[in-house]
């Protein structure tokens, strides 16, 4: 009997609860927001990593291109135009403006050992609030 009791009460406790309070549904939409917004910022940093790594990529690769148009002109040609050829990649400085980016390359050429030429060429580009980033890849060049 005392069982058939306590059954009726947890039923009658049961059919009188009906739906969420309140409170419940403002500590649900506190939870849910605080993820989404969680979610919004790991968005943005992925977004502005991706990115950072594509200017990066970009500006290996004009210092990489430089470095091999010296190599292909050779020793003697190097960071100038050969005679009756071509050079995409002379001493100094130059502007290159790739997918809507502006880098800025410059080549140092510095022959001080007999026979040798250090070819060093540095590769800046603006990432706005961050500021200024470069790159430097440096090879070398020997009489052949």
Do not use: H
Request: with cysteine; glycine share 10%; net charge positive.
């Amino acid at each position: 009997m005392q069982d058939k009791d306590v059954s009726t009460k947890v039923l009658r406790s049961i059919k009188l609860q009906q739906g969420f309070t309140l409170l419940e549904i403002f500590i649900a939409i506190l939870l849910l927001t605080v993820g989404l917004l969680g979610t919004a910022a790991l968005t943005t940093g992925v977004v502005r990593g991706n990115i950072d790594s594509r200017l990066l990529t970009t500006a290996t690769t004009i210092a990489r291109t430089c470095l091999e148009e010296n190599r292909r002109v050779g020793y003697a040609s190097a960071g100038a135009t050969p005679a009756g050829g071509s050079n995409n990649c002379l001493s100094g400085n130059a502007t290159v403006s790739i997918n809507g980016a502006s880098f800025t390359r410059t080549l140092a050429i510095d022959s001080s050992v007999a026979n040798i030429k250090t070819l060093t060429v540095t590769v800046t580009w603006s990432e706005g609030a961050v500021g200024s980033k470069s790159i430097t890849l440096k090879t070398i060049l020997a009489v052949s």
